[in-house]
């Protein structure tokens, strides 16, 4: 791509010449911080070469010299040309022009990369922990496939506040002041505390908060914010309803941490949905009947093929692999 993007290429964008397919490989090429640089030396280059005032000495000489001589009437006849002020006017409109292109051209880039330079993200891999000590020592797992997103140069006065997309545990150091942690989980659910440990859980098929130790304030997108007790579990429903209620078994939310897989008459929907979630893999089941049926039991896999193996026996189904996704089907009779 280096190759593509010269210094030509750069001028013409600052010229608003540039092709739309430019503009998407200079995006693309200003993700790298040396493009960055060079793309500046460039612009400064650029604003240098076209200043927005241009002075003809020889020009301004000549009708000096006019006055001198009282050539003064042949001399405004040539300063009021038509075809000099067209020229002039054209000059001065292409360097405007020019630099409100290259003025909005760095706030576009100022507003790509805010959150690049303002924030830090976290990422754990597939089927991997993560392991993140924040600056006011409060202890994050990250389950497999989650993102934990922090402000890169420490928490402000007012508020601790990270971003989570994924599962995590959070284990939240009280602070002398008071100050509250806050964890943002996407469509307007905010989990506030001051120094607790608990569960958070915000993917695509909803939002659960477990509570081990302390107290949660959970504020929702509309309604009252909900408060819960030690052993609570919030869980969200269809349509933005929820429960809260106290599992039997707690294992069952938290198992992810030993890198295992905990089911209590669970529906195999949901245990496809779990590994999906752990593995990076998208599951099909393909007969309605087979996604109503449960399975129980504690299982540890390192992947999903063995888990899906696993299953596979017990339920006496097909596991079909194709080029992106994996389907699961009950076998076809064949007659005899």
């Known amino acids: 791509m280096d190759q593509l993007i010269n210094r030509q290429v750069l001028f013409d964008s600052f010229e608003g010449k540039a092709t739309s397919l430019q503009r998407k490989l200079i995006?693309?090429?200003l993700e790298d911080a040396d493009n960055r640089n060079y793309y500046y030396r460039c612009l400064d280059e650029w604003e240098r070469s076209r200043p927005q005032l241009w002075i003809d000495q020889q020009r301004a000489q000549q009708q000096y010299d006019a006055f001198l001589t009282g050539e003064t009437k042949r001399k405004t006849r040539?300063?009021?040309?038509?075809?000099t002020e067209v020229q002039t006017g054209a000059r001065i409109r292409?360097?405007?022009?020019?630099?409100l292109a290259a003025?909005?051209?760095?706030?576009?880039?100022g507003f790509v990369f805010r959150a690049q330079f303002l924030y830090k993200t976290y990422e754990s891999s597939n089927a991997h922990l993560t392991s993140i000590l924040l600056s006011d020592s409060t202890e994050v797992t990250l389950n497999s496939n989650s993102i934990l997103r922090v402000p890169r140069f420490g928490f402000g006065r007012n508020v601790r506040q990270v971003w989570l997309d994924g599962e995590a545990e959070f284990k939240v150091t009280h602070t002398r002041d008071n100050l509250r942690f806050e964890v943002l989980m996407g469509d307007g659910y905010r989990i506030e505390v001051l120094g607790?440990?608990?569960?958070?859980?915000?993917r695509a098929r909803g939002k659960r908060v477990f509570l081990?130790?302390?107290k949660v304030k959970l504020n929702l997108p509309e309604g009252k914010p909900v408060y819960l007790a030690p052993g609570n579990y919030f869980t969200t429903e269809h349509k933005g309803s929820f429960k809260v209620v106290m599992p039997a078994e707690p294992l069952a939310i938290t198992a992810w941490?030993?890198?295992?897989?905990?089911f209590e008459d669970t529906r195999l929907t949901e245990v496809v949905e779990q590994i999906s979630e752990r593995f990076a893999v998208r599951i099909r089941i393909m007969d309605s009947g087979l996604g109503d049926r449960t399975i129980g039991g504690i299982y540890q896999a390192r992947d999903a093929d063995a888990l899906l193996e696993t299953l596979s026996a017990m339920f006496e189904m097909e596991i079909i692999r194709t080029s992106d996704e994996i389907e699961l089907r009950i076998p076809q009779k064949q007659d005899l």
């Open 257 to 262: 941490k030993e890198r295992t897989f905990y």
């Open 94 to 99: 292409k360097v405007i022009i020019g630099s």
């Open 196 to 202: 607790t440990e608990f569960n958070a859980f915000s």
């Open 27 to 29: 995006e693309q090429w």
């Open 78 to 83: 040539a300063l009021t040309d038509p075809e």
């Open 103 to 109: 003025a909005l051209a760095l706030l576009v880039l």
């Open 212 to 214: 081990t130790k302390g």
